[in-house]
Nanobody
Framework: QVLLEESGGGLVQAGGSLRLSCAAS????????MGWFRQAPGKEREFVAR????????YYADSVKGRFTASRDNAKNTVYLQMNGLKPEDTAVYYC??????????????????WGQGTQVTVSA
C-alpha cells in the first residue's frame, strides 16, 4: 500500500506559477513510477506528466510541454510538479499516482495502482 497526499494547489492568475507536491508513504518510494493527472469538471481524467523511478526521464502531455516540469526527491519521498505560464484551461483537480511495474502506456489512469485525493488548481483569466 502506498499513500499519496498532494498539496500546493490554489488560485492563481493566468501567467502565474504553482508548485504541486505529492508526499508518499508506505512502501519504498523509489520503486515507483509516478504520474500526474488532472480532471476538470465534466471531463475525463487526463495525463499530465510521468517521471521514472530515478527521476532521469520525464514525459509530458503536449498541452503542458514546455510549461510544466515534473521532478522527484526520493530521499524525501516526494514528487513535484512545477507549473509555469498557467492558463485558464489548466484549471482542474490535480492528482498524483504511483505505479510499481513499468508500462509503455503511461498515459492511461487505469495503469496506475495508487492515487492521492487531489488538489484544486484554479487559474483566473
Amino acid at each position: 500500500q502506498v499513500l499519496l497526499e498532494e498539496s500546493g494547489g490554489g488560485l492563481v492568475q493566468a501567467g502565474g506559477s504553482l508548485r504541486l507536491s505529492c508526499a508518499a508513504s508506505g512502501r519504498t518510494f523509489s520503486n515507483y513510477y509516478m504520474g500526474w493527472f488532472r480532471q476538470a469538471p465534466g471531463k475525463e481524467r487526463e495525463f499530465v506528466a510521468r517521471i521514472n523511478r530515478s527521476g532521469s526521464t520525464t514525459y509530458y502531455a503536449d498541452s503542458v510541454k514546455g510549461r510544466f516540469t515534473a521532478s522527484r526527491d526520493n530521499a524525501k519521498n516526494t514528487v513535484y510538479l512545477q507549473m509555469n505560464g498557467l492558463k485558464p484551461e489548466d484549471t482542474a483537480v490535480y492528482y498524483c499516482a504511483a505505479r510499481y511495474y513499468y508500462s509503455s502506456d503511461y498515459i492511461s489512469p487505469a495503469r496506475y495502482d495508487y492515487w492521492g485525493q487531489g488538489t484544486q488548481v484554479t487559474v483566473s483569466a
